[in-house]
């Protein structure tokens, strides 16, 4: 295997134990049979666990600005667009009701940890925010376009950890519908698309 690919799978993998095991949890020796690789092979590629770390957040960083521009792309408005962030807890149910929010569960790891990286980690919901923002000033918010980012933001998070809790798939299919609601009754907001 190329070394770019052994260590872009190592990332890959790294991000999913991560998610699903949680950061202090895994082990170098648990990143490196996931990915099928000597311990020694591994070290070739990172040398320390912050190392995977960094590498794991500027991959999730650059999901997201993918994924932020697709629905950029692919949204017919801006309140469509934000429907697509809305809608992303009930495209991913199965793995937030098993492993929470992937950036949430991080970001509060990271935070218990006092950890270096936990601020690089928040800059994911930092794109989120900007993002979201944009898309209720374009809606006509004015000076309420950051707060609602950031309100509906929240809510996301809430659904994710409750739904972790509970494993209640309809619990997030209702939410989500209350938050689509939500967007569509704002008063000072253009009308609905």
């Not at 082990?27 to 000597?38: C, E, M, N, R, T």
């Not at 770390?53 to 650059?62: C, D, E, K």
């Not at 807890?89 to 949430?104: E, K, S």
């Amino acid at each position: 295997m190329a070394t770019h690919a052994t260590r872009d799978l190592i990332v890959d993998k790294a991000d999913a134990l991560f998610y699903e095991g949680g950061f202090e949890a895994t082990s170098f020796a648990d990143i490196a049979a996931a990915v099928g690789i000597s311990r020694g092979n591994f070290y070739h590629h990172f040398k320390t666990k912050d190392d995977i770390l960094s590498a794991v957040i500027a991959h999730r960083m650059a999901r997201t600005r993918a994924m932020l521009d697709d629905w950029q792309a692919d949204g017919e408005s801006p309140r469509e667009r934000i429907f697509s962030f809305i809608r992303i807890l009930v495209a991913n149910r199965a793995q937030i009701m098993a492993y929470g929010c992937p950036v949430g569960t991080l970001c509060s790891e990271l935070a218990k940890l006092d950890h270096a990286a936990q601020g690089r980690a928040a800059e994911i919901f930092g794109l989120f925010r900007d993002w979201l923002t944009e898309q209720f000033r374009a809606l006509g918010a004015g000076e309420r376009c950051g707060a609602l980012a950031l309100q509906l933001l929240a809510r996301s998070q809430g659904v994710a950890v409750m739904a972790t809790a509970f494993r209640d798939e309809a619990f997030i299919r209702s939410e989500v519908a209350e938050m689509e609601r939500w967007l569509a009754t704002q008063p000072d907001l253009c009308q609905p698309s």
